[in-house]
């Protein structure tokens, strides 16, 4: 936990630590190519549906020539690392450090390390041209729907945005629609239209594919809608 009272030398400090996070994440990423950001619980178990489905989703989006990145610990971040590995593919993981110590995969061939979670997430959003989100808890909810806020507010440009798992994001999507669009109007009926939700990995690695080549054109097709950024 960080701590509240710190001594101005001890901030003073801090920023050329987030600095040396910021320069190495920049350094070693910027040459991986068109890499997608994958998300998921720590938890899952290799034998779970969901590990398997995140292990052949990764398999087949560095088939099609990405990068994978996750968040380099176990449960699905592991599965798409291997995944991507077992493609041959780019496997990257961005490990953090933790009070409760995350222990890296070993499915990793480009390992980073970060202490500070919003330098992390600056690697997951400038090198990605989309994310898939499978089940998870409180961190997957936090990467989704700070990839939402950011492309509503046209902070970053537009990308893909894939739920692995239509019957676990149900229940989320149901309360997005009636609470916070229907009733209390916090949110465009556009806004619901910034994410997908998927079950097959052949469905999630077009989309990725179709979107890659659309920019390559210069003609990415936006939601209906929605303002270019």
């Known amino acids: ?19 040396a996070e910021f320069v190495e994440g920049f350094q070693e990423l910027s040459s991986i190519g068109p890499a997608v950001s994958f998300f998921g619980s720590s938890r899952a178990k290799p034998k779970q549906q969901y590990y398997k489905l995140a292990q052949e989703t990764a398999y087949k989006i560095a088939k099609a020539g990405f990068a994978v990145i996750t968040g380099g610990g176990s449960g699905i971040m592991e599965a798409a690392n291997k995944g991507a590995v077992e493609a041959g593919g780019k496997s990257i993981g961005l490990n953090i450090d933790l009070p409760l110590e995350q222990i890296p995969n070993k499915y990793q061939n480009l390992p980073l390390n970060f202490r500070y979670f919003f330098c992390r997430k600056v690697m997951f959003l400038k090198y990605a041209h989309g994310f898939i989100v499978f089940p998870g808890g409180y961190g997957t909810i936090d990467e989704f729907t700070e990839a939402l806020m950011l492309i509503q507010t046209l902070k970053q440009g537009y990308f893909p945005i894939i739920l692995m798992g239509g019957e676990y994001w149900q229940g989320l999507i149901n309360w997005m629609q009636q609470k916070m669009l229907k009733e209390y109007n916090h949110i465009s009926a556009v806004d619901m ?3 997908t939700v998927v079950d ?30």
């Open 193 to 195: 239209k910034l994410f």
């Open 200 to 229: 097959d990995p052949e469905v999630a690695v077009k989309i990725i594919v179709d979107f890659r080549d659309a920019k390559g054109r210069g003609g990415i097709d936006l939601p209906q809608g929605m303002r270019k950024g």
């Open 1 to 19: 936990m960080a701590n509240t009272f710190s001594s101005p030398v001890q901030d003073l400090w801090r920023i050329f630590t987030i600095m």
